[in-house]
C-alpha cells in the first residue's frame, strides 16, 4: 500500500493495525496528516510509549525501507551523513604507488568516488529506494547538541546533502520522517516548527490491554488484567525508570514461561527484573510492600 493511497484516519489505523501497533486516534491523526502532508513527525514522550515501534509499522505496512538514525552525545553532521572509507583509500594509494602510477589527479579523483564512500543514514535517506522513498528514523533527537539540530533542520527544509569531493546529492523523493525524543531536554522550537508534535503518553488501561492482547494473545484475560492493572499502578510511584508498553509484554512473556496463572507477592519479587531495570528502583518497590500495590491494582479491576 502506499502512503497515497491512504485517504482517512481509519485508513491509518487499520494499516498500523496489520502491523500489531495499536494506535489511538490522536496518534493516528498526526500520522495521517504527516504522511498527507509530507511533513516531519516529531513524537515525545516517556522512554517505552512505542515511538520508535510506529516507524517500525509505518515503514513496514507501506513496504518502505527503513534508515535509522541513532542519536547520541557529540554526534556530528558529518558522521550523521557520510565518510569515506580512509582504509581502503590508503590501499588504493599504496597500490598505485607500487604500480608508480605518478597522476596524482586521477588518483585523486579515483580515491574520492563514490566506490570509497561509506553512507551514513541521512545520505541513505536521500537515495532513490526500490519501493518508494524510505521512512528515515531520528532516534532521541534530545541526546545530541544544538548544532546538530541546526543542521538537521537544513537538512530536513531542502532534503539535500553537499559532499566537497562529489557535490549536492537530492532526494528525488522525500523520505517520511519521524523523529522522536524522551525529552531529557528540550528540543530547539525552530526544529520542532517544521514538524507536526504529538506527545505519546502510556496507554490508559483499555488500550494497554489491548496492546498486550496483539502482541501476547496466548496469555490468558485474567493475567492480563493483572498485569496491566499493576503496571499502571507502578508507574504513579516515584521510579527513576518507568516502566513501558515493551516491559508489559516482556513480563507476560516471562510470566507465560513461568507457568503463572495470577500475580502473588512473590511471583513480581522473583520476575521484578523483566518490568524494572534499574536496582534502586527493584529496591525500592521491594520496601514498598508489593502485596499493597497488587491490591490497590486488583481494586481497579473491580470497576473495569
Known sequence: MTHHSLNTIDDVQSLLAGQNYVCGRALATVTF?????????????????????IAKAIASALGRRLIRLQCYEGLDAASAVYEWNFAAQMMAIRAAEADNATDRHALRTEIFSPDFLIERPLLQAMRDQPGGAPVLLIDEVDRTDEPFEAFLLEALSDFQVTIPELGTIRAPEPPIVILTSNRTREVHDALKRRCLYH????????????????RVPEAAQTLS????????????????????????????KCLLALDVLTLSPEVIADTLGAILKYQDDIAQLQGLETRKILDEARKSLEGV
Open 33 to 53: 496528516l504527516s504522511l498527507k502532508l509530507g511533513r516531519p513527525l516529531f513524537l515525545e514522550g516517556e522512554a517505552g510509549t512505542g515511538k520508535t515501534e
Open 199 to 214: 506527545w505519546v503518553d502510556y496507554p490508559d488501561f483499555q488500550r494497554e490491554m489491548e496492546i498486550l492482547h496483539t
Open 225 to 252: 488484567s493483572e498485569v496491566v492493572a499493576f503496571v499502571q499502578r507502578l508507574r504513579s510511584e516515584d521510579l527513576f525508570k518507568k516502566p513501558g508498553v515493551a516491559e508489559t509484554i516482556d513480563w507476560a
